[in-house]
T-cell receptor, first 114, second 112 residues
Framework: DGGITQSPKYLFRKEGQNVTLSCEQNLNHDAMYWYRQDPGQGLRLIYY???????QKGDIAEGYSVSREKKESFPLTVTSAQKNPTAFYLC?????????????FGPGTRLTVL | DAKTTQPNSMESNEEEPVHLPCNHSTISGTDYIHWYRQLPSQGPEYVIH???SNVNNRMASLAIAEDRKSSTLILHRATLRDAAVYYC?????????????FGSGTQLTVLP
């Protein structure tokens, strides 16, 4: 089945540690996105990528880093510089990055910093 | 980007129609209106989108006001599985169209 997978579903991290969240898609989509969601809030864009080896910062990129070495994969690293990393992280992909595209979301990773 | 306003919450009875409103009074002529929904502890799911004309698909209908300053998502027969947060989103045909800008949405409760 085509879709987006994120792993792990739950992640616990000690303060001061970097952690990498995985996102893989087999939809052959060019564009991929990372969003963050805090309780009771909408989603906010962290990074997006329209093509391999290229990515752009979203609204809240500070403390995060990404890579796009393969079309299928867009991992997100939450660094120790991120002040408040506990949140629900969602990865999405779309065939194009434009006003009519449909974004397909993964199931999310819930990160808790202890 | 233009903003949207939605009620925080709505209730509906199972198997009855639901009309979810969205105001977007500052919409521009090239903004598309998208709706997504998010079930508890899941990623959002695309529902429908439109520009000027009303739209129908297997999940829902989208009714767009003639002046485009408001729209309504219509679920024709609500089921318990439709209980979710519904987001109304405007997407401009420009560089910022790459992202989905989510507000806080409408929490729909479906009563059995």
């Amino acid at each position: 089945d085509g879709g987006i997978t994120q792993s792990p579903k739950y992640l616990f991290r000690k303060e001061g540690q970097n952690v990498t969240l995985s996102c893989e898609q087999n939809l052959n989509h060019d564009a991929m996105y990372w969003y963050r969601q805090d309780p009771g809030q909408g989603l906010r864009l962290i990074y997006y990528s329209q093509i391999v080896n290229d990515f752009q910062k979203g609204d809240i990129a500070e403390g995060y880093s990404v890579s796009r070495e393969k079309k299928e994969s867009f991992p997100l690293t939450v660094t120790s510089a991120q002040k408040n990393p506990t949140a629900f992280y969602l990865c999405a992909s779309s065939s194009i990055a434009g006003p009519t595209d449909t974004q397909y979301f993964g199931p999310g990773t819930r990160l808790t910093v202890l | 980007d233009a903003k949207t306003t939605q009620p925080n919450s709505m209730e509906s009875n199972e198997e009855e129609p639901v009309h979810l409103p969205c105001n977007h009074s500052t919409i521009s002529g090239t903004d598309y209106i998208h709706w997504y929904r998010q079930l508890p502890s899941q990623g959002p799911e695309y529902v429908i989108h439109g520009l000027t004309s009303n739209v129908n698909n297997r999940m829902a209908s989208l009714a767009i006001a003639e002046d485009r300053k408001s729209s309504t998502l219509i679920l024709h027969r609500a089921t318990l599985r439709d209980a979710a947060v519904y987001y109304c989103i405007l997407r401009r045909n420009s560089g910022s169209a790459r992202q989905l800008t989510f507000g806080s949405g409408t929490q729909l409760t479906v009563l059995p």
